[in-house]
């Protein structure tokens, strides 16, 4: 594949995700007869930048769910799980499933999910209180690599019973597609490329968000709710 990046940056991954979004939106509402009203969940904090341009051109709410990896002490960057903030746990097909949990695996459980609720913390005061009940449910991230957090974040939310969920995201492997079909209703990806290597590599810039930038971003979405409403 060519070398170049595929997004200039997150903003310019939303924007082009929000015009395919608004495209398949509108099929399910006006082909298929699917009433349900959309809500955008981002993953934090890189989902949320490119969360924001599919909420304007749907003109819908803009909510978080936040996921964390679970890693081991000799291999951070190796998910072998899960876990979003309110304790739903995935583990990743690595693990047997019907063994005991060892106790470094409890350990790492807990910190990832004790990250995640951190994060909630800082970030929920600029969110909307949205009911997903009913609701068509898109899920974005700013890139798939193993799609343990997304897959975690989507289980959870799907105990709310919303009507359908999506899996957003610009770019993921192609070789991880069908696993992820089995977590959501849709998955919507708009490049897939092999070999992937890494999320950063597909875009010319990536710098890692703040919680400060994040906040804003939510807020301004916030408010926009608010003076809609009155």
Aim: aromatic content about 6%.
């Amino acid at each position: 594949m060519s070398s170049a990046p595929l997004f200039s940056d997150r903003l310019d991954a939303g924007q082009q995700l929000a015009q395919l979004l608004f495209t398949l939106v509108q099929q399910l509402q006006e082909s298929e007869g699917v009433s349900a009203q959309p809500i955008v969940y981002a993953l934090p904090r890189g989902g949320i930048p490119v969360a924001v341009p599919v909420v304007r051109q749907l003109n819908c709410p803009l909510d978080i769910v936040v996921a964390k990896k679970i890693t081991t002490a000799h291999n951070p960057e190796l998910a072998i799980g899960a876990v979003t903030s309110d304790g739903h746990v995935l583990w990743s097909r690595l693990k047997h499933r019907g063994k005991r949990i060892s106790s470094s695996r409890q350990t790492a459980l807990h910190q990832a999910q004790k990250k995640a609720q951190q994060q909630l913390e800082q970030l929920k005061v600029a969110c909307s209180s949205v009911n997903p009940r009913g609701a068509l449910a898109l899920v974005i991230d700013d890139g798939i690599a193993t799609g343990m957090t997304m897959a975690a974040a989507t289980s959870a939310l799907r105990e709310y019973e919303p009507a359908e969920i999506w899996i957003c995201a610009p770019v993921a492997p192609g070789g991880l597609m069908r696993w992820l079909e089995q977590w959501g209703d849709r998955v919507v990806v708009l490049h897939t490329p092999e070999p992937f290597i890494s999320v950063s590599r597909f875009y010319a810039e990536f710098p890692q968000v703040k919680t400060s930038e994040a906040l804003v971003y939510l807020q301004q979405e916030l408010n926009k709710g608010v003076i809609a409403t009155n």
